[in-house]
């Protein structure tokens, strides 16, 4: 425990001093959470441009720690008032602390996430240990992936002092989010009482609960998830506020956006909300100048990795063919990684392959057929529910902001893009809330405060804090009966006791394949479920990269 809330610490005073300081900088009025995520997108950045260069270690983290120091004179202020206002509302705090709790013996659990064993790990280690390595996607496909949060994962793993991997970036993020919703929930029922906006935030807190587990692991998922959730409650909660259409009020969610793709291809449909708010917005060009450059800087470096990591812009998509590195993974094999994501999220099984070359009307029933009754109402619901609110304005039964049919048309949009592309169920889950939530957010009814409404919102509360729990009994359980030996450091990934190692000598270069299985869990580096003999060195050195040899 000691260890995860260090990590943690570490982590949310680089997401704060960063974040403050863009703000002031900017000079933005936006909120806590909105800076500390400002904060985020910050520290990744700059992290994922060291990692070019240099590996991401504890020297990085000093080093960040530092430039936070030197702009503490320039932040204090506005970093004294924002605390100031979170112990100005003790009830508030009381119920964040009640939700933040939980989320904390949560993440004490072991990673039960089977890619992190597959190579989260081991993505973490190559970029703790080496700057980027030119073709490391040959060594294993699922490298050249690239999820930019990985190399903030390396920044505050500890690894070097612990003697393991210590995961608290989706923790840290969960503490940044979960006072966010509690205060919006409980400023919207003082102004409004019992609304369709305060339902809404009801709602999507919930599904920020329902991914609790994904706390004890460093998977990308959580982080694209949550900040999905978080720009779609943003933007109800702006206009529940009557907030006007400034960059200043949405400049979080414009960035945000562009930042999400980094971390989770799945999450590309969110660009078309801040699209069509700019669309809106007509900004300067002064302003749209200064977005392009900050989404250009974000970008730009997690572009340059995917690059150097595969010889692919966006990998592994072949179509985006525009290099010609000798490190290049070749067409083939990018195709077939392509493939067995899709047809996986089609069909899972040994048959996923074939169900990559299917037209939607013969892998459709395949894959619907795996989903529970409940999960299929939540996926149709998803997909139907923006098609009633938009069809109910278009006949006039109701009337809707703009900026409220933005959300249900990139809430639609992404269900469509994630069905059509890797319709993994958890992928797809902030899309089809947010799907969902349409006629609830296009309604106009307000039920206004007073003794029952107020027991009402009491009690969703309660049932709220109830649900997180349920949800994660298993895992709080186990952090319960195990506290005692989860004091110092969290349970730590556990690896099969019959799990061996091979080695392969390829071109002079030692290789470790686990036996059996497709795991290298933390083992030494480099590791890899495919051994291929046609790989090679570029250089004499791992720094210079792999290549596989031109059959």
Not at 16 to 23: L, R, T, V
Not at 205 to 233: E, H, K, M, Q
């Amino acid at each position: 425990m000691l260890a995860l809330l260090l990590s943690g610490l570490f982590s949310l005073l680089l997401f704060a001093g960063f974040g403050f300081f863009a703000a002031k900088i900017l000079k933005l009025d936006v909120s806590f959470a909105g800076k500390m995520l400002m904060g985020i997108v910050a520290v990744n950045t700059l992290t994922a441009i060291i990692s070019i260069f240099f590996p991401v270690n504890s020297y990085v983290l000093v080093f960040l720690i530092v430039l936070v120091a030197a702009m503490v004179p320039f932040i204090k202020n506005d970093v004294g008032t924002s605390v100031g206002n979170m112990l100005y509302k003790p009830t508030q705090l009381i119920v964040s602390l009640l939700f933040i709790f939980p989320g904390i013996l949560i993440a004490l659990n072991a990673p039960d996430n089977y890619d992190t064993g597959l190579y989260h790990t081991q993505a973490i280690k190559w970029i703790e240990e080496y700057p980027v390595i030119p073709g490391l996607a040959n060594l294993h496909g699922r490298f050249g992936f690239n999820p930019n949060v990985f190399c903030l994962f390396a920044l505050t793993s500890f690894s070097s002092v612990f003697g393991q991997h210590i995961y608290s970036i989706n923790l840290a993020v969960f503490i940044i989010i979960v006072p966010w919703f509690v205060n919006s929930i409980y400023s919207l029922h003082n102004k409004q009482g019992i609304s369709g906006a305060l339902l809404s935030f009801v709602i999507l807190f919930l599904s920020l609960l329902l991914l609790t587990r994904n706390l004890t692991s460093p998977s990308p998922d959580f982080l694209s998830l949550v900040l999905t959730l978080f720009i779609f409650a943003n933007v109800v909660g702006l206009v529940a506020a009557n907030k006007p259409l400034t960059i200043a009020n949405y400049f979080p969610i414009l960035i945000l956006s562009v930042y999400i793709i980094t971390v989770k291809l799945s999450a590309l449909p969110v660009l078309l909300l801040p699209l069509l708010l700019l669309f809106r917005c007509k900004p300067t060009l002064k302003q749209v100048m200064l977005l392009t450059g900050i989404s250009a800087i974000i970008i730009l470096p997690w572009l340059t990795r995917n690059v150097i990591l595969s010889g692919w812009l966006v990998y592994p998509f072949p179509s985006a063919d525009l290099f010609n590195f000798d490190w290049k993974v070749p067409l083939e094999k990018v195709a077939n990684e392509h493939k067995s994501v899709t047809g996986w999220a089609r069909n899972p099984g040994p048959q996923y392959a074939a169900a990559a070359h299917m037209s939607i009307t013969g892998w459709f029933p395949l894959w619907f057929s795996h989903f529970k009754l409940h999960e299929k109402l939540f996926i149709a619901a998803g997909l139907i529910m923006p098609l009633i609110a938009l069809a109910l304005q278009v006949i006039k039964k109701t009337r809707a902001t703009y900026f409220i049919n933005v959300v249900i048309i990139t809430a639609f949009a992404g269900t469509l893009f994630w069905l059509f592309t890797a319709p993994v169920f958890r992928f797809g889950i902030a899309f089809i809330v947010a799907g969902i939530l349409s006629p609830l957010l296009i309604t106009q009814f307000r039920l206004k405060p007073s003794l029952k409404p107020a027991l009402i919102f009491n009690i969703c509360i309660l049932l709220l804090w109830c649900g997180e729990v349920l949800m994660a009994q298993f895992h709080l359980k186990n952090a319960v009966f195990e506290l005692c030996n989860t004091l110092i450091k969290p349970r730590r990934l556990p690896e099969p006791a019959e799990s061996i190692f091979k080695v392969h000598v390829i071109n002079g270069l030692k290789v470790y394949e686990p036996l059996p299985g497709d795991q290298c869990f933390s083992h030494g580096l480099p590791c890899t479920p495919y051994p291929d003999k046609t790989m090679l060195l570029r250089g004499k050195t791992i720094s210079s990269g792999f290549k596989v040899i031109a059959q």
